[in-house]
């Protein structure tokens, strides 16, 4: 007998009208979504008329699990994990013809029912009953394994409590990881471990599991902080609810994974850029936070000096050419990059970026993210970039030698080009091409600058303090007696540490060393000179290094001694 159609049932039995019908279908054909969900969606029919319609067109029985007593050997026939993954409920066994009944809520889905059959040798009749039916149950059933983890719960949100205005709510009970990463007190904790870092100006956070406890760390001014550690059972909830807001596979627990979340905190739309790894002792999260609100577009504000400034400009505004910014992960190269653009941005200029991801998003600029799973990687967006007819380029990140050549052919036929790399320095860049396979006839005639760039902490200006040092003691640093105009005692300073700051720091400045490539340093290029080579010969003709840049910001009073011992090293280790 042939199976009368899902539409067909409905207008026949008095469900629908044929005119609601037809509106649903052509719905159906604009969205390709299923005619069942466009008339839920419509709210012409419930979700149980909907299963209940579907069971018999496939000859099933939809049932309610109120009206079954469902015993615990039964449950514990199927895992746990396997119940909550596929979200479907063993109900009774009968032991005369060795047939369990589950109830499912996709009448479709065939593949459970032969996972069923292949996990307990037995054979299956499946029932339908409502998604939520279904999980409502598996919550109540599993409810009592874990009860004392409500205790460790209120504990481990007591010690952020005060930095969250979220008011505590009593929960009694708790299941695993997964429930637990829906319930109340662990939506609030991870709340507040986010709201905490945002309001302590973090850049990102880190959560880490090790063999006995599990550490959250913030990152202010570049340096980790310890914050807190917790009991495991309450990390894997963590993480896990943290998947759940990231919209990444809960379930999924030996592959890395990379997702976004966006959050209203303190009136302000902050983006998270979130990366689950697995690690020897269960998963590290690292959450990058991305405020748009804090973004400095303003190059003057970034801490070039003013003849650095002036060389960057002047490269930042060559009508073509290739620009290169190297650096660390956090050395803040993207936000140099994004106050350049923001600087060029004019109706009549078409700039386009391709990015991974895009952190922030700038009006006037097409900006692409790269999706590697549907083929669109830094080189094939590229590649499409050149037909879009650009006058500005931007790539996220020159990783292999199909995206180096395309970006150096890019620069040659009229665009300008904005890239990064991580070397440790500028001169180092021109090695990195090679390296990737590009000729340095090509690299010459298209490469205008190179920036490297690190952060320094600033000092905080409420409890500065004064200090006086020998210029001899200075020198080994790389202090000349220019920089400090023969003066032989030189005043440095240093914060005192505060209630406005962290160990007497508070936000962070670039120090920049900035190459530009002269007729000297292209005919070095076409040599093959080595980057040791170029440096000399870029240092000769006025480069400042990172070391000098940082010198000079100790000496104004911006940053103290032992940062510039932390971010650079010394020119003639460098050499």
């Known amino acids: 007998m042939a199976i009368q159609k899902l539409g067909e049932m409905l207008v026949s039995?008095?469900?629908?009208?044929?005119?609601?019908?037809?509106?649903?279908?052509?719905?159906?054909?604009?969205?390709?979504?299923?005619?069942?969900?466009?008339?839920?969606?419509?709210?012409?029919?419930?979700?149980?008329?909907?299963?209940?319609?579907?069971?018999?067109?496939?000859?099933l029985e939809f049932v309610y699990l109120s009206e079954y007593e469902i015993k615990e050997e039964t449950i514990k026939m199927l895992p746990r994990t396997f119940i909550e993954k596929h979200n479907f409920l063993p109900l009774e066994f009968d032991k005369k013809t060795n047939t369990i009944t589950v109830a499912v809520s996709d009448p479709f889905?065939?593949?459970?029912?032969?996972?069923?059959?292949?996990?307990?040798?037995?054979?299956?009749?499946?029932?339908?009953?409502?998604?939520?039916?279904i999980k409502e149950n598996i919550n109540k059933i599993f409810l009592n394994e874990q009860p004392e983890l409500m205790e460790k719960v209120l504990t481990e949100l007591e010690k952020l409590q005060p930095t969250s205005s979220i008011e505590l709510e009593e929960i009694t009970e708790y299941t695993s990881s997964l429930q637990l990463a829906e319930e109340e007190p662990i939506v609030k904790l991870t709340n507040n471990i986010i709201i905490t870092a945002v309001r302590k100006k973090s850049s990102d956070i880190h959560l880490e599991p090790f063999e006995k406890k599990c550490r959250l760390r913030y990152r202010i001014d570049g340096v980790a902080h310890e914050e807190t550690f917790f009991k495991r059972e309450i990390y894997n909830a963590i993480i896990a609810r943290i998947?759940?807001?990231?919209?990444?596979?809960?379930?999924?627990?030996?592959?890395?994974?990379?997702?976004?979340?966006?959050?209203?905190?303190?009136?302000?739309?902050?983006?998270?850029?979130?990366?689950?790894?697995?690690?020897?002792?269960?998963?590290?999260?690292?959450?990058?936070?991305?405020?748009?609100?804090?973004l400095c577009l303003d190059l003057s504000k970034l801490g070039f000096e003013e003849e650095t400034l002036e060389i960057f400009m002047r490269a930042i505004r060559s009508p073509f050419g290739l620009i290169l910014i190297t650096g660390p992960t956090g050395s803040g190269k993207s936000t140099t990059l994004y106050s350049a653009l923001s600087t060029l941005n004019r109706?009549?200029?078409?700039?386009?970026?391709?990015?991974d991801p895009v952190e922030y998003l700038i009006q006037g600029i097409t900006q692409v993210n790269v999706n590697p799973e549907v083929g669109l990687t830094f080189a094939s967006g590229l590649r499409a970039f050149l037909r879009q007819a650009p006058d500005i380029?931007?790539?996220?990140?020159?990783?292999?030698?199909?995206?180096?050549k395309i970006a150096v052919q890019a620069a040659l036929t009229g665009q300008l080009v904005f890239s990064t790399l991580h070397t440790n320095d500028a001169p180092s860049a021109i090695t990195r091409l090679q390296n990737m396979g590009i000729d340095s006839f090509l690299i010459s005639s298209t490469l205008i600058l190179v920036e490297a760039q690190r952060l320094v902490r600033k000092i905080c200006p409420n409890c500065k303090e004064e200090y006086q040092v020998s210029v001899e003691k200075l020198y080994p640093l790389g202090v000349t007696d220019d920089m400090v105009k023969g003066q032989k005692i030189v005043k440095l300073y240093k914060g005192k540490g505060c209630s406005n700051c962290n160990n007497g720091y508070k936000g962070r400045i670039g120090v920049y060393e900035i190459m530009e490539v002269n007729d000297e340093i292209r005919e070095m290029i076409l040599k093959n000179a080595s980057d040791v080579e170029i440096r000399?010969?870029?240092?000769a003709n006025g480069m400042q290094t990172l070391r000098k840049s940082a010198l000079r910001k100790m000496l104004s009073g911006i940053?103290?001694?032992?940062?510039?011992?932390?971010v650079t090293i010394a020119e003639q280790e460098a050499n």
Do not use: H, W
């Open 393 to 404: 380029i931007l790539v996220g990140e020159i990783r292999d030698q199909e995206t180096a």
């Open 243 to 294: 998947k759940i807001m990231s919209k990444l596979d809960v379930t999924e627990t030996r592959k890395p994974q990379d997702g976004r979340i966006k959050m209203k905190i303190d009136n302000r739309e902050i983006d998270f850029r979130v990366s689950i790894l697995p690690v020897l002792y269960g998963e590290k999260a690292v959450l990058r936070i991305l405020d748009s609100t804090a």
């Open 536 to 539: 000399k010969v870029a240092i």
């Open 347 to 355: 109706p009549e200029i078409n700039i386009l970026t391709i990015e």
């Open 109 to 133: 889905n065939m593949f459970i029912i032969d996972d069923i059959k292949i996990s307990t040798g037995y054979n299956v009749k499946p029932v339908i009953a409502t998604y939520n039916d």
């Open 559 to 566: 940053t103290t001694m032992e940062e510039v011992l932390r």
């Open 13 to 59: 039995t008095g469900i629908i009208t044929e005119k609601q019908l037809q509106e649903a279908l052509v719905l159906c054909k604009q969205t390709g979504k299923k005619l069942g969900y466009i008339l839920v969606n419509l709210g012409y029919i419930t979700e149980d008329v909907l299963l209940s319609f579907l069971a018999r067109q496939q000859g």
